[in-house]
């Protein structure tokens, strides 16, 4: 989930585990302000109160430990996930703790504006979180809570799938042991309401190998060419994020899967996606397609899939579409560019057995058309 | 974190659980509110919705990347976060090639466009205590929840008709940003194209670490723009706005815009009306060391808001008489076109129309590459993206333009010209044909215009003949090439004596903030 992309970078000053070069450079930004709090002499005086009371004078009654709080927060869950009903007493009051609680959980995991994030409560948080049920609570509990703390749990979530106890992802430990989990993630992409949230986690439990190969082997794969073409743009989007994300991250088991699910997949991806009426499904479909068929670990599907006719006509018509447009899209000039001799010998080397004028027609346009593609076509 | 703030907040989350529908069909576009290279902004109505009245931003998706992601977090962002003083999407889906986003319509329009229109000289301090207490509210929430704006501006402040005060456009144009490998991360590891948009921005707003941004910056820098953001509000422009000085600019700017009474209380020290908790809850804000600013909690307490008044002032103070959106736009429209017919009839104009109209007349040249004069002084600053990029990329491409622009779009308010204006083929030759008064300085402008156009012409035509195999102009493409070379260099080091006259002038404030404090005691 995006919305959490400041904190959610900063993981990786807590632990080892940075997600990549941009990731590196925001929590270097964030790291910033953090390090160099915010309290200046000269001006303190302005203030009627200083934050630093405020926070003790919250903290003064409970000193909780991080194990403390997280025992606390799935007692409230499963309170939670027990009253449906809203008449029974006290819940809302036990709805707050349980709000109050989820932020304290984010705050320890992110840090906040007065501290870094300390690894040794992140760990002893982590342990206590997976130890038990919780998160099987937070995620079926989830509709249940108000936006705010959907928004902190999704966060809190998220943080956790990198979090590593004795150099051990403990979270892909148990989101194997509970892999149906995945399950009512992914069906989120069905309510309006869930997606976003569920679908952040979702992404972030991807993270693990095991669980993409979970993913990708289920049948909600196939629901996949549905969700990244529903109405509501920010829920497609989030859908093709999550999508890209599962057939580009784990090179192997990308590979795997595309061998073992040639078939059916790239009927689909042609079909749905190739082939949509939707331009801009059209657009990510053949960058995605790029992405997987120039992967190196994707050689074999690759030579299995241009060796396709069929494919290659669609393919043809595709970037007919794109290179013959007057105001090319930037990322799709840049992509042709910079595959351009290989697309050119591709397509040279591609011959078919019988005469097909049509086919060799449509062939010559578009290598002419790759042809007098220069790098003055992009900014 | 502060674990009370969610529950101050709780009252505001109930979702008004009204569906838009997504499709455009349901829609009824009623006006154009903005333009921009890559969105347009309309008023529209919502039929099915008792033709409720919406603003939709409708985006060109063909200049994004293709994974969208930037769109796709912004539009999240608008969906997700939730506060009175945000601008939320009703909804967002496809048409075509574009994205529509379905928003609350703000009547008012942006703090930037209600400055121009009828209060160059500023606001009064009450109503500008208001804005800025709202504004604060909106963006310790986004801080709360680890998010930047990065491009706080009058601009960027919408007020709908009742006062109420809403933060905007840390929708897609932050994603531009962002995209753009982001300030921190320096220029040169670009790999994109879009990268170079890392470029851009809002100079004016923008605080030293960003400028300068080996070291990366973080919500801190919000706070500086939120200072600029506040002599912007009292002054009618940000500070800084007449550098490098150009004469005949300057000329005409002073007589519309009094700047010397800005400049007078800035450097002289008769700093006329401003309370010393303004003064100097501004000045913490600027404070040159990024940890020495507040944090937006910290501001919140700042005596400056402790007597804030209600909307309701804003109501009568601000918006009684104030002309609408439309209108506002409308208007613009109308001198745009004045402008390309009747270039001359800048000083015959009404105050912000002839402001306008020079700014399309500049803006003209600007895109047309290398036909345009690189200054970047503008009277206000919907112009500023265009100036920095002028300063920065004179001689780039087209879509690099673009690009650019886009950045600059804003929500639901007329501002959002501007970016067009960067952007308006107008080919400079146009305004010299109908030119028909005799004012030498325009003449002159308007023939260096045509004579730029024409050397452009002229690289394109020999590009066009190296197309075909043709090797005439070859000497000639050198020559050119040479030049933008040299016109690159020349920008660089025009925009590193900008970036130093910037500084300059702060500390310039600084010390005069100081000793006014001083004297007022």
Known sequence: ?379 | MKPLMAYEQEGHHHHPKVQFPLDSDSYKIVDEIGIGVSAIVYKAECIPLNSTTVAIKSIDLDQFKVDFDNIRRETKIMTLFSHPNILNAHCSFTVGRRLWVVMPFMSGGSLQSIISSSFPDGLSEQCIAIVLKETLNALSYLHNQGHLHRDIKAGNILMDSNGSVKLADFGVSASVYESSSGYGSGSSTSSSPMMLMDMTGTPYWMAPEVIHSHTGYSFKADIWSFGITALELAHGRPPLSHLPPSKSLIMKITKRFRFSDYEDSINKGKSKKFSKAFKDMVASCLDQDPSKRPSTDKLLRHPFFKSSKGSDFLVKHVLHGLPSVEERFRVSKILRKNDVDDDDEDDVEGESGSELVKQRRISGWNFNEDGFELDPVFPTESRDDSVVKQVRFGGETIILEKGTSESSLNLNSPEAESSLVSSTTTPPCEEQQTENTFNAETMVGGLMALKKSLDDQRQKVSELINLFGGEVMNKEDQMVQLIEKLRMELETERQKNFELEMELEFLKFQISGASNTDEND
């Open chain 1, 1 to 379: 989930m995006e919305a959490i992309f400041f904190f959610g970078e900063r993981i990786g000053i807590c632990i080892s585990k940075p997600g990549g070069a941009t990731s590196r450079a925001v929590a270097q930004r964030l790291r910033h302000p953090a390090a160099q709090p915010d309290s200046t002499p000269t001006s303190s005086t302005l203030y009627d109160k200083s934050s630093s009371t405020k926070m003790k004078g919250l903290f003064k009654s409970k000193p909780r430990t991080p194990v403390d709080i997280v025992r606390q927060t799935r007692d409230l869950l499963s309170f939670a996930a027990r009253s449906s009903e809203s008449r029974e007493s006290k819940r809302e009051e036990k709805m707050a703790e349980l709000f109050k609680n989820l932020r304290e959980l984010k705050s320890i995991l992110y840090g906040n504006s007065e501290s870094e994030p300390v690894s040794e409560a992140c760990a002893q948080l982590t342990q206590e979180f997976f130890r038990e049920n919780t998160l099987r609570l937070l995620i079926t509990c989830l509709p249940k809570l108000n936006l705010e703390a959907r928004k902190d749990a999704t966060q809190v979530v998220a943080n956790l799938q990198r979090q590593q106890v004795n150099s051990r992802l403990i979270a892909s430990d148990y989101l194997e042991a509970n892999l149906d989990l995945l399950d009512i993630l992914i069906a989120g992409y069905e309510n309006t309401d869930m997606a976003l949230h569920y679908g952040a986690m979702l992404r972030e439990c991807i993270r693990h190998q095991t669980v993409a190969r979970y993913v990708l082997e289920s049948q909600h794969m196939k629901k996949f060419f549905d969700y990244i073409q529903l109405p509501k743009f920010d829920i497609a989007a989030d859908a093709a994020a999550t999508f890209k994300e599962l057939l580009t991250r784990h090179k192997s088991t990308v590979a795997e899967f595309l061998s073992k699910n040639y078939d059916w997949f790239f009927a689909e991806y042609n079909s749905k996606l190739l082939e949509s009426s939707n331009y801009i499904t059209r657009r990510q479909a053949i960058k995605l397609l790029g992405d997987i068929l120039l992967d190196r670990s994707n050689a074999a599907v690759m030579t299995r899939y241009v060796s396709s006719k069929d494919n290659l006509r669609i393919l043809m018509n595709l970037l007919r579409l794109f290179a013959a447009k007057q105001n090319k899209p930037p990322d799709i000039v840049s992509i042709l560019v910079a595959n351009k001799s290989k697309l050119l010998r591709l397509f040279a080397d591609f011959k078919t057995n019988k005469e097909d004028e049509q086919f060799e027609a449509d062939k010559a346009q578009v290598m002419r058309e790759i042809a007098a593609l220069e790098l003055r076509d992009r900014p």
